[in-house]
């Protein structure tokens, strides 16, 4: 742990440190994943699924950020590497093989889902460690997954 003025007790934050980094590390697994998938779909809806997902891509770099960065301003060290997110994202393999828009749609959708519903869990532990901003952090990207799921997810509902 690194010294800081801040005054949330250090058991604390080095409990909510370890949270942001189970964090980090599946928000770079996300990224990765939606990146894999911008580069190899191929099907009839080429253009809006290439878009689509450098969006999630997009959303997923701004969440580590913000992660890392809340991590490191409660005196931790963000653990951001990929071999460090590939050894420790709870988010399941995404499947290389598949190359047609309805089953990235469904790797994806299910990738979000996941992270989704991490971050949410991790905004009622932020809540009991007694850190509100953190619990704000992840409400703010919870929002912002569940909707980029909502998009994902209509590309394979009739």
Same mark, same amino acid.
């Given at each position: 742990?690194?010294?800081?003025?801040?005054?949330?007790? @250090? *058991?604390?934050? *080095?409990? =909510?440190?370890? $949270?942001?980094?189970?964090? $980090?590390?599946?928000?770079?697994?996300?990224?990765? @994943?939606?990146?894999?998938?911008?580069?190899?779909?191929?099907?009839?809806? &080429? &253009? @809006?699924?290439?878009?689509?997902?450098?969006? %999630?891509?997009?959303?997923?770099?701004?969440?580590?950020? +913000?992660?890392?960065?809340?991590?490191?301003?409660?005196?931790?060290?963000? +653990?951001?590497? =990929?071999? %460090?997110?590939?050894?420790?994202?709870?988010?399941?393999?995404?499947?290389?093989? #598949?190359?047609?828009?309805?089953?990235?749609? !469904?790797?994806?959708?299910?990738?979000?889902?996941? &992270?989704?519903?991490? %971050?949410?869990?991790? #905004?009622?532990?932020?809540?009991? $460690?007694?850190?509100?901003?953190?619990? !704000? +952090?992840?409400?703010? #990207?919870?929002?912002?997954? !569940?909707? +980029?799921?909502?998009? %994902?997810?209509?590309?394979?509902?009739?």
């Amino acid at each position: 742990m690194h010294k800081t003025k801040n005054d949330l007790p @250090q *058991e604390n934050r *080095e409990k =909510i440190i370890e $949270l942001l980094n189970a964090r $980090l590390a599946d928000a770079t697994d996300l990224k990765s @994943q939606a990146k894999h998938a911008h580069w190899n779909v191929k099907g009839i809806h &080429f &253009f @809006q699924l290439h878009e689509l997902f450098d969006q %999630v891509a997009t959303a997923a770099e701004a969440h580590i950020d +913000l992660i890392a960065e809340r991590a490191t301003a409660l005196g931790g060290t963000a +653990l951001g590497t =990929i071999r %460090v997110a590939s050894q420790n994202s709870s988010l399941p393999e995404y499947p290389l093989e #598949i190359t047609e828009g309805r089953d990235h749609v !469904d790797a994806l959708s299910n990738a979000l889902a996941g &992270f989704g519903k991490n %971050v949410r869990r991790g #905004i009622d532990e932020a809540d009991n $460690l007694e850190d509100k901003d953190t619990a !704000d +952090l992840f409400t703010e #990207i919870s929002r912002e997954i !569940d909707k +980029l799921l909502w998009f %994902v997810e209509a590309h394979n509902q009739a």
